[in-house]
C-alpha cells in the first residue's frame, strides 16, 4: 500500500486477467467467507439437484423379455432349500457336506462344477504395497484341513456362445453357522441357474460361485478372483486335499462317487467376467408392506460400479417384481430437525418460483429433501472410508462391475407359500438382470462411474457435485497468496538491507515438510507395532500416539524449528493442504469433499491467539479439536446416535479396517489431514 | 536307373488315368452318440475331378467357382471352416480322427497353401480372401489386412513356406454362408442326404461348423488326383427323447433315444441322383462298446453281437470293427447303411434306441488347454496358456503350440526362464504395429509325468490410433484361438473292411494317419478406450492453444511501444472528467489509492530496453514453435 507513485509508473501495466487475481487476492476475505459458505450450500443442494436416473445403454432393455422361471425350477430349488436345512440338522461336518450338495445340485442340473479351496488370508498392513496388490507370503505353516474353505463353481456355457465373456452370480454362505436366509440366497441361485441350463439364448457363460464366507465374505470372492486370474497348478481338485482323509469318515455312498468324477480336478475359467451380482436375502425382515431390495454398490476407495447396472436392478425391482428399492441411507438423519428446517425451506423456495415461472421446477418435498440427504450422507461416507460395503467390492479391482442385492422380505416366515413367493420373485428378478447383461455387446461404459445416489433412482453426476468441492476449497490458494504478499509487504522496510529477502518462504516450507514427514512416519508406525506380540487395542493405540508425539518432539528439536513469522507459515500450510486436498479429489473424491469440510474453515480461520480477539480464539479452538482425526470420529459417533460401547478399541477398529483395506483415506489422513491440523495448532499456539 | 523310375510313373499315370477318369460325386452321413446326451451328426460330401491335362475344362458335376478358384490363385491345399459355438474337448474327445480334424475355432478360420513364388503369395492370398468373402456371403475380406493373417513357418502343417492362416473370431455364422456352400453340392439341399439340413434345426444345436477343404495338384508336373472338394458339416444337437424308458425316465444315465427325424424333422428319400455312394453309418466309441457289453451282459446275460443289442429301426448293411484301436478294451464299431434302395415312397429314416443307462467317456485330447488372462489393470497384462494332463497323456511327448496375437505387444522372456529344457524350438515374431500380428511357435518336449505347465506372455496394453479401432471398441479385442499339435501322436481309426468293394471317402479319411490339433478359446482382452468424445476436446484444446500463441505472437509483432506510449502521454495531457472517473475505478480494481495523474517520467530512456524486451519475446516464442515442431513432428 505503501508503493511510491514512481515504482508504481515504472511496473509494466498488468493484463486484465492478473489485475482481477490482484484483486481477488486482496479481498481474500469476502473471498474466502462467499466460497467458503457457497462451497456448504451446493452441498446442502444436492439433493435438490439430483437427476433421475435412465438406463443409459439402449442394448441392455431391462423389462423387454417375459421371465421364464418355470414352477419346476422353483420347486427344485425348494427341495435344495429343504436338503440344506436337513443336512445342517443332521451333520456336524457342514463345512465338507453343504459344497458337496451344492455340487451335486450343480451337476445335476448340467453344470461344469469345480471346487476351489483357499485358506484364511490374514489382513496384514503392507506399508509399502498400499496400491498395490500385495503379494501374499503363503504361509504354509499350520495347514490343516478345517483350515480349508471350499468354494463351490459351476459354470453354464451358453450353447451358442464362443465363451469370450462371463456373468457371475456370488451366494456367499457360512457353512459353519449355516442359516435360513443363506439358504434362500442359495435357492434363488439354484432356481436361476436351473432356468439357464435350458435357454438357448445364452450369449455369456455363467458362472454360479456359492462362496465359503467362513473366513469373511470378501475374502472368499476375493481369493477366487485371484486363482481365477493366475495360472493355477492343480490342487483345488477333490474334496478331501492329500493326507486330509479321515479315517472314520462316513461312508462315501453312490452318490459321492458321481460328484467325485464329474467335479473336475482343476478350476475351471470362463472368460472375461461383464458384470457380477452379489445375492443375498437379509436376516431380518423389512417392516413395510412390501418386500424391499437393498443394493449395495460401493467398492474400494470410492470406486463405484457402472450406473447402468444399479438402474437395470432397480428397474426390473420396481417395475417387474414390485419390490422397493432401497439404497444404504443414514437413519439417524431422518428426524433431525435442522434437516428439515433446510428442507422446508428450499421447499418454499421452490414453491415461489414455481408461482413466479411454471417452468422452473426445483423444490422438492421436505420428506424427499430429507431422505435423499440421509441417503446422500451415507453414499458420501461409504465411499470416503474407502472399504467395500460388501463381497462385490473383489470385482471392482479387476475392472468389473458387481453390486450386492439383498433382498429383505417383509415379514420372514418359513412357510412354505412364502418361500415359494420370494424364490419366484428373486428368480425373475436375477434373471432379468442376467438376460439384460446378457444383451451387452459391449462393456458397461455408456453410463456414469463417478456419482452419488441420493435415492435409488436419483443420482448426482460428478459434473454436479464438483462445484461444491471446488467452492471449498477455491479460497485456500487466494488465502495464501494474499497472505504471502502482505507478508512481503509488511517486511519490506524492515528487512530491506538483507539479502535473499524473497527466500523468507523457505523456512516454513521447512517445518511444513518437516511435519508432513512426520505424517509419512505416523502412517507407517502400525507395521512396527503389529510386531509387538499380545497387545490390547487400547496399549496399540496408546503406543501409536506417544510413538508419533515423541518423533514430532525429536524431529521439532533435531531441526531446531525455526520461529517465524506466522503468515508465512499458514500461507505455506494452506497451499500444502489445497495441494494434498486436490490430489486426494483425483483418488477417493469423497473424501476430499469430507475432508475439505473439515479441513479448510480451520485452516482460514487459524490464527495465534495473541493476534487473534477472544471470539476468534475460542472459535479456533473448537475447529482445532474437531479437527482432529479421532476427536471428529467421536463426535461424529456421538452426534448421530450410534452407540460407543469402548470408544478407543473402537477407533482402533476403524483405523485398523481402514489399512487393511488399503483405504487411500488413511493416507490421506495420517499425510493431509494430520499434519495440517498439527501446524494448525503450531499456528494457534504462535509466538509473535 | 532313371529310365526305370521314368517307366515307373509312366505306368502309375496310365493307372490313375484309368481310375479316376471321371468325375465323382459321394455324399456321406455319420452319427455318433455322444456321452452328454448329444448327438454329433457329421455330413461329409466329396466331389472329384480329375486333372485338367487328362479331363478338360468342362464338368458335369464339379463346382465351376471351385475350379476357377483353384485355377486363378493356384491354390495346391485350402480349408475354410465356418463355426458357431465351441467344441466340448472334455465330452466329445478331441483325439478321434472327426473331432481333431471337424472341431474348430469359432467364427471363420481359413488357411491356404499356394503354388505360387514366395513373393506372390500375399497377393494371392488377398485376392483370395476377396473372392471367398463374395462366395460365402461372408467378411473374409477382413483377413486381408496384414495384420489378421499369418505365416507361420513350422508349426501349423509340415508343408509350409506358402501357407497362410488367418481367422476371424467375431464373425457370426448363419445360413446366408450355408446357401452358398450347399450351392456347391450337385444336389443343392432338394435332395439326398442334404435334404436333411432342416434349418431351424441345424442352428439350434450346441456346435455347428461347415468346412470346406480343398486340395489340388493340378500344379505338380505329373497330376495325379486333380481337385479334391471335401465339403462337411458337423452339427452337435441335443435330441429330444422319443420315449424314454418308464423305469429310467427319471435317471440321467438314460441316453435319449432318437432318430433322423427327430433330430432334423425330416426323412431321406433316396439318394442324390448324382452321387456314386450314399451312405449313413453309426459309430460307436470304444469306450462306449466296452461299457455297454459289459452293463449289458452283466444285466441280460446276452453273449451275443452288440448289433442285436443296438436296436435299430432298420439293420445295418455292414458292421466294421475297428482293429489296432487306441483303447484298449474296447473297440469301436461303425454300422454302415446304404440308402441306395430307399426312394419317396420307402424313406429312409434311422431310429436309435437306448434300453438300459450307460455311461462313457470320449477319448480325450492329450492335453487340456486352456488360455486365460491374468492379473488386472490397465496398464500391464499377461496371457497364461495352462496345459493340464489328461488321463490319456501318458505317453506324452511332444506338443506343439501355435499362439497367434494381435495388436498387443508382448514380451517373452518370462517363458524361457520358467520353462527352461522343456523348449525344443521357438520362434517368435514380435507383432507390429498396424503391420503384422504377433505370432509365437514353439515345440515343448513335456515329461511323461508332467501334470499340468502353464506358459505366460505379457503384454503391455497400448492406445491404438484412433482409427485402428474397431466400431465397437469398448468391445473389447479378440484373440484369435491357440493351435496346439500333437506331431508325435498320431490318429487313425482303423476299420477291418468286410466288404472291400465299397470305397467310402469318409472312412478312408478315418484310416489316414493325421496329427491331432486342438484349438483353445478365443479370448476378450478389454482394452482402455479412449472416450470418443475425446477428438472434440482434443480440437477444442488444440484451438485454444493455437489462439493462445498466434495471439500473443501477433501481439508481440503488432505493437509499436513508443508510438503507445507517446499516445498516452498525449491523452496524460488531456484528461477529461470521465478519464479521471475511470482511471480512479481502475485504481480501485488495483487496490492501489489513486494518485491523481502526474506528469509521467520521461519514457525516452526505457524505450530502447523495451525494444530489446520484445525482441527477446518474439525470439522465445520462435523457440518455442521451433521446438513445437521438431518433438511433434
Not at chain 2, 492453444?545 to 509499436?560: H, I, K, P, Q, W
Request: charged fraction near 20%.
Amino acid at each position: 500500500m505503501t508503493s511510491t507513485p514512481e515504482t508504481e509508473a515504472q511496473k509494466p501495466k498488468h493484463r486484465p486477467i492478473i489485475r482481477i487475481g490482484i484483486f481477488i487476492i486482496a479481498h481474500s476475505f469476502i473471498v474466502s467467507v462467499v466460497c467458503c459458505t457457497a462451497g456448504v450450500l451446493a452441498l446442502l443442494l444436492l439433493p435438490v439437484l439430483a437427476k433421475k436416473t435412465y438406463v443409459s445403454e439402449n442394448a441392455l432393455m431391462p423389462g423387454s423379455a417375459i421371465p421364464m422361471i418355470s414352477e419346476q425350477d422353483v420347486s427344485g430349488a425348494n427341495k435344495f432349500i429343504n436338503e440344506l436345512t436337513s443336512l445342517k440338522l443332521k451333520s456336524q461336518r457342514t463345512g465338507i457336506e453343504i459344497p458337496r450338495l451344492i455340487a451335486l445340485h450343480m451337476a445335476n442340473l448340467g453344470g461344469e462344477v469345480s471346487y476351489h479351496k483357499f485358506q484364511n488370508q490374514p489382513n496384514k498392513f503392507h506399508p509399502l504395497h498400499f496400491f498395490t496388490s500385495t503379494e501374499l507370503e503363503a504361509n504354509h505353516v499350520n495347514q490343516t484341513c478345517e483350515s480349508y474353505a471350499t468354494n463351490t463353481v459351476g459354470i453354464i456355457r451358453a450353447p451358442r456362445g464362443d465363451g469370450k465373456e462371463a456373468i457371475v452370480l456370488v451366494t456367499p454362505y457360512n457353512p459353519v453357522n449355516f442359516s435360513q436366509n443363506e439358504a434362500l440366497s442359495l435357492g434363488i441361485a439354484y432356481s436361476v441357474f436351473s432356468l439357464l441350463n435350458q435357454v438357448t439364448w445364452l450369449a455369456k457363460d455363467i458362472i454360479w460361485l456359492a462362496a465359503d464366507s467362513r473366513y469373511g465374505q470378501y475374502n472368499s470372492v476375493a481369493a477366487w478372483l485371484k486363482d481365477y486370474h493366475t495360472p493355477s497348478f492343480g490342487g483345488f481338485g477333490k474334496l478331501h486335499g492329500v493326507g486330509c482323509h479321515n479315517g472314520n469318515d462316513v461312508p462315501e455312498s453312490n452318490l459321492d462317487m458321481i460328484i467325485e468324477t464329474e467335479v473336475s480336478d482343476t478350476l475351471r475359467r470362463a472368460g472375461t467376467m461383464a458384470a457380477a451380482l452379489v445375492i443375498k436375502v437379509a436376516k431380518t425382515g423389512e417392516a413395510g408392506d412390501q418386500d424391499a431390495l437393498n443394493i449395495y454398490a460401493e467398492a474400494s476407495n470410492g470406486q463405484m460400479p457402472n450406473l447402468d447396472l444399479i438402474n437395470v436392478v432397480s428397474y426390473l425391482a420396481v417395475h417387474g417384481q414390485g419390490l422397493r428399492v432401497q439404497v444404504d441411507k443414514l437413519v439417524s438423519f431422518l428426524d433431525s430437525k435442522w434437516l428439515k428446517f433446510i428442507g422446508g425451506v428450499l421447499e418454499t423456495v421452490g414453491n415461489i418460483a414455481r408461482t413466479l415461472n411454471p417452468q422452473w421446477k426445483f423444490g422438492i418435498p421436505v420428506k424427499e429433501y430429507v431422505e435423499g440427504s440421509a441417503t446422500l450422507v451415507s453414499s458420501l461416507y461409504n465411499q470416503a472410508l474407502g472399504v467395500p460395503t460388501g463381497s462385490h467390492g473383489a470385482f471392482r479391482d479387476y475392472q468389473v462391475d458387481a453390486i450386492t442385492i439383498e433382498i429383505s422380505p417383509k415379514l420372514f416366515s418359513t412357510s412354505k407359500g412364502r418361500q415359494t413367493e420370494l424364490l419366484f420373485r428373486g428368480g425373475r428378478l436375477v434373471e432379468g438382470v442376467i438376460r439384460s447383461v446378457n444383451n451387452l455387446l459391449e462393456k458397461f461404459h455408456q453410463s456414469f462411474f463417478l456419482y452419488l445416489l441420493t435415492s435409488s433412482n436419483k443420482f448426482v453426476s460428478v459434473g454436479v457435485y464438483m462445484i461444491a468441492f471446488l467452492l471449498l476449497v477455491a479460497p485456500l490458494p487466494v488465502l495464501a497468496a494474499s497472505l504471502f504478499s502482505d507478508a512481503n509487504k509488511s517486511n519490506l522496510e524492515s528487512e530491506k538491507n538483507k539479502p535473499f529477502k524473497s527466500w523468507r518462504w523457505l523456512y516454513p516450507t521447512k517445518t511444513v515438510f518437516l511435519v508432513h514427514l512426520w505424517g509419512a512416519i505416523v502412517s507407517l508406525l502400525p507395521y512396527f507395532i503389529y510386531q509387538i506380540p499380545d497387545s490390547q487395542p487400547t496399549s496399540r493405540l496408546l503406543i501409536w500416539a506417544s510413538l508419533s508425539l515423541f518423533i514430532l518432539i525429536v524431529l521439532g528439536s533435531f531441526f531446531r524449528v525455526r520461529s517465524t513469522q506466522w503468515a508465512l507459515l499458514k500461507s505455506v500450510t494452506v497451499s500444502a493442504a489445497f495441494i494434498g486436498l486436490c490430489l486426494m479429489s483425483v483418488i477417493n473424491f469423497a473424501t476430499a469433499e469430507i475432508g475439505a469440510l473439515l479441513l479448510v474453515p480451520m485452516c482460514l480461520m487459524i490464527k495465534p491467539w495473541r493476534v487473534a480477539g477472544k471470539f476468534q480464539s475460542a472459535l479456533n479452538l473448537v475447529l482445532v479439536i474437531i479437527g482432529f482425526p479421532g476427536a471428529t470420529f467421536f463426535v461424529v459417533k456421538s452426534a448421530f446416535g450410534f452407540q460407543n460401547e469402548s470408544s478407543l478399541v473402537e477407533f482402533w477398529y476403524w483405523v485398523e479396517s481402514l489399512w487393511a483395506w488399503n483405504s487411500a483415506t488413511y493416507i490421506y489422513i495420517c499425510m493431509v489431514h494430520l499434519p495440517c491440523w498439527v501446524l494448525c495448532i503450531y499456528i494457534l499456539l504462535h509466538q509473535c | 536307373m532313371a529310365r526305370c523310375l521314368f517307366i515307373l510313373i509312366i505306368i502309375l499315370l496310365l493307372f490313375t488315368l484309368h481310375v479316376s477318369s471321371e468325375e465323382e460325386f459321394t455324399e456321406e452321413l455319420l452319427f455318433r452318440p455322444l456321452p452328454d446326451r448329444k448327438v454329433l451328426s457329421h455330413f461329409h460330401f466329396e466331389s472329384k475331378v480329375p486333372p485338367t491335362t487328362v479331363y478338360g475344362h468342362h464338368h458335369r458335376l464339379f463346382p465351376k467357382a471351385i475350379y476357377q478358384l483353384v485355377h486363378k490363385y493356384r491354390i495346391k491345399e485350402m480349408e475354410l471352416s465356418f463355426t458357431q459355438g465351441r467344441w466340448n474337448y472334455d465330452s466329445w474327445g478331441g483325439f478321434d480322427p472327426i473331432s481333431s480334424s471337424n472341431a474348430k475355432p469359432p467364427g471363420v478360420e481359413l488357411w491356404a497353401v499356394f503354388d505360387v513364388p514366395p513373393d506372390q503369395v500375399d497377393t494371392s492370398w488377398k485376392n483370395l480372401t476377396h473372392t471367398l468373402s463374395g462366395l460365402f456371403c461372408a467378411s473374409i475380406n477382413f483377413l486381408e489386412s496384414s495384420t489378421t493373417y499369418s505365416a507361420p513357418d513350422w508349426s501349423f502343417r509340415s508343408l509350409s513356406g506358402n501357407l497362410r492362416y488367418g481367422s476371424l473370431p467375431r464373425e457370426a455364422v448363419c445360413t446366408e454362408n450355408l446357401t452358398p456352400w450347399l450351392k456347391l453340392l450337385p444336389c443343392r439341399d432338394k435332395s439326398g442326404l442334404s435334404s436333411l439340413m432342416n434349418r431351424p434345426s441345424i442352428y439350434s444345436g450346441f456346435y455347428h461348423s461347415q468346412r470346406l477343404h480343398l486340395t489340388s495338384d493340378e500344379f505338380d508336373p505329373v497330376a495325379l488326383h486333380g481337385i479334391v472338394l471335401e465339403q462337411t458339416l458337423t452339427i452337435v444337437i441335443q435330441p429330444d427323447a422319443l420315449e424314454t424308458h418308464a423305469a429310467f425316465s427319471s435317471s440321467r444315465k438314460l441316453q435319449p433315444s432318437w432318430s433322423m427325424s427327430s433330430l432334423f424333422g425330416k426323412t431321406v428319400d433316396g439318394k442324390c441322383a448324382l452321387a456314386k455312394s450314399s451312405n449313413v453309418y453309426v459309430q460307436l466309441e470304444g469306450g462306449l462298446v466296452y461299457n455297454m457289453k459289459d452293463t449289458w451282459n452283466n444285466i441280460e446275460g446276452n453273449d451275443g453281437e452288440i448289433v442285436q443289442e443296438v436296436p435299430y429301426e432298420v439293420s445295418p448293411d455292414r458292421m466294421m470293427k475297428e482293429i489296432n484301436s487306441f483303447h484298449k478294451d474296447g473297440y469301436s464299431i461303425l454300422y454302415g447303411f446304404s440308402i441306395n434302395n430307399y426312394h419317396s415312397s420307402k424313406p429312409f429314416d434311422l431310429g436309435f434306441w437306448w434300453k438300459l443307462p450307460v455311461t462313457w467317456s470320449c477319448v480325450k485330447a492329450p492335453l487340456r488347454v486352456s488360455r486365460f488372462l491374468m492379473g488386472s489393470g490397465n496398464e500391464k497384462g499377461a496371457i497364461a496358456l495352462s496345459l493340464q494332463s489328461t488321463e490319456w497323456s501318458q505317453s506324452l511327448l511332444k506338443a506343439d503350440n501355435n499362439i497367434e496375437k494381435c495388436n498387443l505387444r508382448m514380451y517373452v522372456d518370462g517363458i524361457s526362464q520358467s520353462l527352461g529344457d522343456i523348449i525344443e524350438k521357438m520362434s517368435v515374431s514380435p507383432s507390429e504395429d498396424k503391420v503384422s500380428p504377433g505370432v509365437m511357435e514353439m515345440v515343448l518336449r513335456l515329461p511323461c509325468d508332467m501334470k499340468s505347465a502353464s506358459l505366460t506372455l505379457e503384454f503391455d496394453k497400448g492406445f491404438l490410433h484412433i482409427d485402428e479401432y474397431p466400431p465397437d471398441a469398448n468391445q473389447g479385442f479378440d484373440i484369435p484361438s491357440a493351435i496346439i499339435s500333437y506331431p508325435d501322436f498320431q490318429t487313425r481309426l482303423q476299420y477291418k473292411l468286410d466288404n472291400a468293394s465299397i470305397k467310402s471317402p469318409m472312412v478312408s479319411k478315418m484310416q489316414e494317419r493325421r496329427t491331432i490339433l486342438s484349438y483353445t478359446e478365443v479370448l476378450l482382452v478389454p482394452l482402455t478406450t479412449p472416450d470418443f468424445s475425446m477428438p472434440y476436446n482434443v480440437i477444442t484444446i488444440t484451438c485454444t492453444v493455437f489462439a493462445l500463441y498466434f495471439g500473443s505472437l501477433l501481439n508481440a509483432l503488432r505493437r509499436r511501444v513508443g508510438e503507445e506510449e507517446r499516445l498516452l502521454k498525449s491523452k496524460d495531457k488531456s484528461t477529461g472528467k470521465l478519464q479521471l472517473l475511470l482511471s480512479k475505478m481502475f485504481a480501485k480494481l488495483r487496490g492501489k489509492p489513486w494518485e491523481p495523474p502526474s506528469t509521467p517520467p520521461p519514457p525516452s530512456s526505457s524505450s530502447k530496453f523495451i525494444s530489446s524486451k520484445v525482441i527477446l519475446k518474439i525470439i522465445l516464442i520462435a523457440a518455442i514453435a521451433f521446438g513445437w515442431q521438431y518433438y511433434d513432428g
